[in-house]
């Protein structure tokens, strides 16, 4: 299994230049939009996707650490943790 920091195509850390598909999988932008060019699916599921279906991401750094917006290199990757599957409230 991938290592959810890890671009899933280059298999860099994933600081910047992010993006998602609509099967909400992670990758590096141009890593994407070439696997997407050749494949036209998911690089993680398979799952049918082209150019249109990438989602860029605007990752920003935590707003207490100004220096990370001036310095790329000390941008902190952020925490991804899976969602809680829950049932809606009854009304």
């Known amino acids: 299994m991938a ?5 899933v ?3 860099e850390e994933l600081k910047n230049n ?11 932008m141009d890593c994407a939009m ?8 998911c690089p993680t599921c398979r ?6 279906d990438l989602i860029r991401i605007y990752a920003d750094a935590d707003s207490e650490t100004s220096s990370s917006r ?8 952020f925490n991804i943790e899976p969602a809680e ?3 809606p409230a009854q009304p």
Do not use: K, M, Y
């Open 18 to 28: 992010l993006c998602t598909t609509r099967c909400g999988h992670l990758a590096h």
């Open 3 to 7: 290592n959810l920091h890890e671009c």
């Open 47 to 52: 799952h049918p996707v082209d150019r249109n």
């Open 70 to 77: 001036t310095n790329p290199d000390s941008f902190q990757p």
């Open 85 to 87: 599957l829950t049932a």
């Open 9 to 11: 195509i280059c298999t």
């Open 34 to 41: 070439q696997w997407v060019t050749q494949s036209r699916t």
